[in-house]
């Protein structure tokens, strides 16, 4: 029998009887033989609450001090399953980020996994103790306790799933799986059985948050095969793998939305080689992560340029847009705060023409205008007016035919 590494997130754990139902299901899974390594994120709405907490006692939140409070969320959950587990009879040992072996950078709030450290968690295994890891951190090289990232407990667990050699690795939410658009905006939107890792890759990066950006570049990278289900259900959900032969190529499997952008308009630009160079250049020093870029054909030598930035990043590149403005002879810097980004993921994009005038038309038809647009092979981004980004879901999910 295999390992399976089971995640679950602050839903799943949200209070007393659900940790319980966990513990439960801990406990059948260990009686089929299986191996099991659980890792949690914090009791429901916990990491929220305790970013609430630091805003009400300090504008100033140093990025050690800020992982060393959150990182207390998942230490909760972790010692109250293995409480419920020890009720049941099933030997569990509580491990913290550090404690598993999960060696990060220095990178505060948004650390990058540099090793895992299995051997606790593997002394643990063989001795017939179930780990129960807090997930979300890790330890840096000088020591410091560091945090992944929102969501990043999905990390934590694909991370383990990949060191310790895990046949899967089980992801457990409130929803019973990947879906065709956000259940929660388009009640009708269908499960998917099986998803790509490159499919997967857009719908996380564009917004639909039921995985961790990372936690699924990880899986692709060591291919790691994931199972998104419910904590609720328990029943099957949507596998996320390789590319398999036979794998249906759907034209158009998801719709996303993602309002964590800002546009940034510079008017006026001088229309020369080396100018867009040395502008994403200085944002690119300062770790601004540039998303959609947008330049004009121009008009009298000048044009403007307007790219997205997210919102937590605004502030940093409007203070270097701001004094590089000038310098450049360009005109006024907008920042625009109000929009969201509505995309189309589907691997059958890449050999079926159409799919971009169609979501155009759907959009149109509606009256939502759109503001920038991006591609890859497999999506189509559009920008628009972050009040209508719902709406423009909901159109182009009936418009492919997505529902159920
Ligand atoms: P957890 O706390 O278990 O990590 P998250 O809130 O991070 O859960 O992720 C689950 C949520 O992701 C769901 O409740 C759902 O509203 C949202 N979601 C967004 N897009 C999708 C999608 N395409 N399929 C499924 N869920 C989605
Ligand atoms: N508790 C962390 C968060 O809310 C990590 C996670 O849930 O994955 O972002
Ligand atoms: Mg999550």
């Keep these: 029998m295999g390992l399976v590494v089971q995640k679950y997130g602050g839903t799943s754990v949200a209070d007393a009887e659900r940790i319980r139902a966990v513990a439960d299901h801990v406990a059948r899974t260990r009686r089929t033989g299986e191996d099991v390594v659980v890792v949690v994120?914090?009791?429901?709405?916990?990491?929220?609450?305790?970013?609430?907490l630091a805003s009400d006692v300090s504008a100033v939140q140093p990025g050690r001090e800020l992982d060393m409070l959150l990182t207390a969320g998942e230490r909760i959950s972790m010692a109250l399953l293995c409480m419920a587990l020890a009720e049941l009879g099933v030997a569990s040992a509580s491990f913290t980020g550090s404690q598993a072996g999960i060696i990060t950078d220095g990178h505060h709030t948004n650390a990058k996994i540099l090793e895992v450290r299995g051997d606790r968690l593997r002394e643990a295994l063989a001795a017939g103790v179930v780990p129960v890891v807090a997930g979300f951190q890790g330890v840096s090289l000088d020591r410091d306790?560091?945090?992944?990232?929102?969501?990043?407990?999905?990390?934590?667990?694909?991370?383990?799933?990949?060191?310790?050699?895990?046949t899967t690795c089980e992801i457990y939410t409130d929803v019973t799986g990947v879906f065709s658009a956000d259940p929660r905006v388009v009640p009708e939107a269908r499960r998917l059985r099986r998803v790509s890792f490159e499919e997967m890759l857009e719908i996380a990066a564009t917004g639909g948050r039921v995985l961790a950006l990372r936690s699924v570049e990880f899986a692709r990278n060591h291919r790691v095969p994931l199972h998104v289900r419910s904590s609720f259900t328990w029943?099957?959900?949507?596998?996320?793998?390789?590319?398999?032969?036979?794998?249906?190529?759907?034209?158009?499997?998801?719709?996303?939305?993602?309002?964590?952008?800002?546009?940034?308009?510079?008017?006026?630009?001088?229309?020369?080689?080396?100018?867009?160079?040395?502008?994403?250049?200085?944002?690119?020093?300062?770790?601004?992560?540039?998303?959609?870029?947008?330049?004009?054909?121009?008009?009298?030598?000048?044009?403007?340029?307007?790219?997205?930035?997210p919102h937590t990043a605004l502030k940093t590149a409007l203070a270097i847009v701001g004094e590089l403005a000038p310098k450049i002879d360009a005109g006024s810097v907008l920042a625009d705060e109000d929009v969201a980004q509505v995309s189309l993921v589907g691997a059958g994009m890449k050999t079926n023409p159409?799919?971009?005038?169609?979501?155009?038309?759907?959009?149109?038809?509606?009256?939502?205008?759109?503001?920038?647009?991006?591609?890859?092979?497999?999506?189509?981004?559009?920008?628009?007016?972050?009040?209508?980004?719902?709406?423009?879901?909901?159109?182009?999910?009936?418009?492919?035919?997505?529902?159920?």
């Design 41 to 52: 994120s914090a009791m429901g709405k916990t990491t929220d609450d305790l970013l609430r």
């Design 145 to 166: 306790v560091t945090t992944l990232g929102r969501g990043g407990s999905d990390t934590t667990a694909v991370a383990l799933a990949a060191a310790l050699g895990a």
């Design 235 to 309: 029943e099957p959900g949507t596998w996320v793998t390789e590319e398999v032969p036979d794998m249906e190529q759907a034209i158009v499997s998801a719709v996303t939305s993602d309002a964590s952008e800002a546009k940034l308009t510079i008017s006026g630009v001088p229309d020369r080689p080396g100018i867009a160079a040395s502008l994403f250049r200085a944002l690119a020093d300062a770790a601004v992560n540039v998303d959609m870029i947008v330049q004009n054909t121009s008009h009298d030598g000048t044009t403007d340029i307007s790219f997205t930035v």
């Design 354 to 404: 159409g799919v971009t005038a169609k979501m155009f038309e759907a959009l149109a038809g509606e009256q939502i205008n759109i503001e920038m647009i991006s591609t890859s092979p497999i999506r189509v981004s559009c920008m628009v007016r972050a009040g209508l980004a719902e709406r423009a879901v909901r159109v182009l999910h009936q418009a492919f035919g997505l529902e159920g």
